[in-house]
């Protein structure tokens, strides 16, 4: 199970060898934005093939660019340099993602969720308020539910019912250069990490152009692969990092 790839190729192949032997995947969203490998992404997410996969909030976006035209200008350029070199067999990529909703695998009955509850006064992180959690489970009253965007990865348990975030595979905020993921087997959940090597998709970075009007965001974006917080070293995934969460 992976999420949250945000276009780094490196990460997901480096889940995708270690765990070759795999019969099936799940991907619960974030697919290429904002990331500079958003095409080797799409390649390889086409290699992977996953039997349930579900539409995050930046997938959104490749769709509808109109998302994020009121963002700040870095941001703007970024996205639009993404969109414009991105192959266009992303779109239909990006369409056959899926919705929210109840799923089976591996004889599981699982709540599938990307995890945006529209809020950042709803982020489902571990600290989380039980009301968040079960907005996540989307009124159902299943036992196992799945999510992402938040980038920790943990779990999460309310009486019967489980929660699981894998963590994220190409944008981890608590403090380590890793991709994170999880897997089940035989009906039984691990969390799991694996390193790579993070300069292809430095060069990658050093390809985008427009980057070069905003230097500070250049660095600010290299330095939250290289450090592994992702959007910055600083509350709350400083704290989760002391916790001891990947
Ligand atoms: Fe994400
Ligand atoms: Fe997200």
């Given at each position: 199970?992976?999420?949250?790839?945000?276009?780094?190729?490196?990460?997901?192949?480096?889940?995708?060898?270690?765990?070759?032997?795999?019969?099936?995947s799940i991907f619960l969203g974030d697919a290429f934005l904002s990331g500079p490998q958003a095409n080797e992404t799409l390649e390889l997410?086409?290699?992977?093939?996953?039997?349930?996969?579900?539409?995050?909030?930046?997938?959104?976006?490749?769709?509808?660019?109109?998302?994020?035209?009121?963002?700040?200008?870095?941001?703007?350029?970024?996205?639009?340099?993404?969109?414009?070199?991105?192959?266009?067999?992303?779109?239909?990529?990006?369409?056959?993602?899926?919705?929210?909703?109840?799923?089976?695998?591996?004889?599981?009955?699982?709540?599938?969720?990307?995890?945006?509850?529209?809020?950042?006064?709803?982020?489902?992180?571990?600290?989380?308020?039980?009301?968040?959690?079960?907005?996540?489970?989307?009124?159902?009253?299943?036992?196992?539910?799945?999510?992402?965007?938040?980038?920790?990865?943990?779990?999460h348990k309310i009486g019967d019912r489980t929660f699981i975030n894998p963590g994220s595979v190409g944008q981890p905020r608590c403090g380590?250069?890793?991709?994170?993921?999880?897997?089940?087997?035989?009906?039984?959940?691990?969390?799991?990490?694996?390193?790579?090597?993070?300069?292809?998709?430095?060069?990658?970075?050093?390809?985008?152009?427009?980057?070069?009007?905003?230097?500070?965001?250049?660095?600010?974006?290299?330095?939250?692969?290289?450090?592994?917080?992702?959007?910055?070293?600083?509350?709350?995934?400083?704290?989760?990092?002391?916790?001891?969460?990947?």
């Amino acid at each position: 199970m992976i999420s949250d790839i945000h276009g780094n190729a490196e990460a997901l192949r480096a889940v995708m060898q270690a765990e070759q032997d795999a019969d099936a995947s799940i991907f619960l969203g974030d697919a290429f934005l904002s990331g500079p490998q958003a095409n080797e992404t799409l390649e390889l997410l086409g290699e992977l093939n996953p039997s349930i996969a579900i539409r995050g909030n930046h997938d959104d976006e490749v769709l509808d660019p109109r998302i994020f035209r009121g963002w700040p200008a870095e941001w703007v350029a970024l996205n639009e340099w993404i969109l414009a070199d991105l192959d266009a067999s992303a779109v239909p990529c990006i369409e056959s993602l899926t919705d929210a909703g109840a799923y089976q695998f591996d004889g599981l009955s699982a709540y599938l969720h990307h995890g945006d509850l529209g809020s950042r006064d709803l982020a489902a992180v571990p600290d989380a308020e039980d009301h968040v959690f079960d907005l996540l489970g989307g009124g159902s009253d299943a036992d196992l539910v799945l999510f992402g965007h938040t980038h920790v990865q943990f779990m999460h348990k309310i009486g019967d019912r489980t929660f699981i975030n894998p963590g994220s595979v190409g944008q981890p905020r608590c403090g380590v250069l890793h991709a994170c993921y999880g897997v089940f087997e035989d009906g039984v959940y691990e969390a799991r990490q694996v390193q790579y090597d993070p300069a292809p998709w430095l060069a990658a970075l050093d390809r985008i152009d427009v980057l070069k009007d905003f230097p500070d965001f250049k660095s600010w974006l290299s330095a939250g692969l290289l450090t592994g917080y992702g959007i910055g070293k600083r509350e709350p995934w400083t704290r989760y990092a002391d916790q001891g969460y990947a």
